[in-house]
């Protein structure tokens, strides 16, 4: 289970090992790129806001949870046509006010979406 050295990309400039773009601290990147993926995202969510919606969470945690999935809660709160899908490895958690509007399964991922397959 670990990774050879060599595999680990690296920055073509001065040869830093890459990481992910995280929100852990001040160097989260939000370049052109990605400020017209959130404005698309946005709009998207603004249109169907009334409609049927299936907010699809898959392996979220708690890390960040402000970014999906408290939003995703808050989005199914507000819409009565809107269901909350969510499948994780030992937090396939809602809260309460969503439950019914809820679908949440404990596991793999990868064996989830094989098994509904
Ligand atoms: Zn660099």
Do not use: H
């Amino acid at each position: 289970m670990r990774i050879p050295s060599e595999l680990v990309p690296k920055c073509p400039k001065c040869g830093q090992p890459l990481t992910m773009n995280l929100r852990s601290d001040d160097k989260f990147v939000e370049d052109e790129g990605w400020l017209a993926a959130a404005a698309r995202y946005e709009n998207f969510l603004k249109e169907k806001q009334d409609e049927n919606v299936l907010f699809l969470e898959l392996g979220v945690g708690y890390n960040t949870p402000s970014i999906i999935k408290y939003p995703f809660w808050r989005m199914t709160a507000q819409n009565p046509r809107a269901t909350y899908a969510c499948i994780n490895f030992g937090e396939p958690l809602c809260p309460t006010e969503i439950e019914r509007q809820s679908i949440c399964i404990d596991g793999d991922i990868g064996r989830v979406l094989r098994d509904l397959k």
